[in-house]
């Protein structure tokens, strides 16, 4: 599930108005969709909200992905919809808050299906963020897919020599994982040390304050869009809290 969530949440490049956008105005944009969605109390103020995480994840030609993530996170909404009815709440306000938790994870996902590692990198650092947090993080987000891949393929070799994964209770379940978990913890600490070897070749931390050859720019489709997100969120934000 974790891998399929991932695939539905992997940066691929497109040549769409969305991609092409300054990834501070596409954080812009997910901030304001998530804020929507956090508002939403009623159907109406949720469909408004769902039709506006539609359309630009449609300019970007990402909704099918985008609808796969939320459909591998209902489980989740399942389980957000039993838990307010153990609490007294109705049925349709369980319904409400599962859907409300479905719109937060699809607007979360579109800031990073549309935005790569590169540009995420970008924007921590335009936020004056330490360097080394910022290196960590986007070096955990890059190496995401490579571990993703050592995973499956030790899961690969260990059933291909009897190992069987879906036997058994619980227990036995968590005991069966040891073989996989063992060799992808020796992997990463070598691949870690291989980074530490590159780093120290390449005079990380030589320089309190090093340059960067790529600067974030607005241009003019990002004013345009800046034009669109600011007053339209603050005015979408006010109709939810005293209008609709």
């Known amino acids: 599930m974790a891998k399929a969530i ?6 691929r490049y497109k040549t769409t108005v969305i991609h092409r956008l300054d990834p501070r105005v596409k954080m812009l944009l997910s901030i304001v969709l998530f804020a929507l ?15 506006l995480v539609a359309v630009p994840a449609t300019l970007a030609k990402s909704l099918k992905r985008l609808m796969r993530v ?13 838990i307010n009815l153990l609490a ?7 319904i409400v808050l599962a859907v409300r938790f479905l719109e937060i994870v699809a607007s979360t996902s579109l800031f990073f299906v549309t935005t790569s590692p590169d540009e995420l990198e970008y924007v921590l650092r335009w936020f004056r963020m330490p360097r080394d947090f910022v290196f ?10 490579v571990l993703l891949m050592d995973l499956t393929q030790i899961i690969d070799a260990q059933k291909s020599r009897g190992l069987e994964l879906d036997r058994g209770g619980p227990i036995k379940r968590i005991r069966n994982l040891v073989p996989v978990l063992i060799p992808l913890i020796v992997n990463s600490l070598v691949r870690s040390g291989e980074l530490a070897e590159a780093m120290e070749s390449r005079g990380y931390g030589a320089v309190k304050k090093p340059t960067s050859m790529d600067v974030l720019r607005l241009k003019i ?8 997100i600011i007053p339209g969120g603050a005015l979408l934000i006010w109709l939810y809290i005293y209008v609709i």
């Not at 991932?6 to 940066?11: A, I, S, V």
């Not at 956090?38 to 769902?50: A, H, M, P, S, V």
């Not at 007294?88 to 369980?94: A, C």
């Open 136 to 145: 960590a993080f986007a070096t955990s987000i890059r190496f995401v897919p």
């Open 37 to 51: 969605a956090l508002l939403g109390f009623n159907f109406y103020q949720e469909i408004i909200t769902f039709v």
């Open 88 to 94: 007294g709440g109705t049925v349709v306000e369980s």
């Open 6 to 11: 991932y695939e539905g949440l992997k940066f």
């Open 221 to 228: 489709n990002d004013w345009a869009a800046l034009s669109l």
């Open 70 to 82: 939320v459909a591998l996170s209902i489980t989740f909404g399942v389980f957000v919809v039993a």
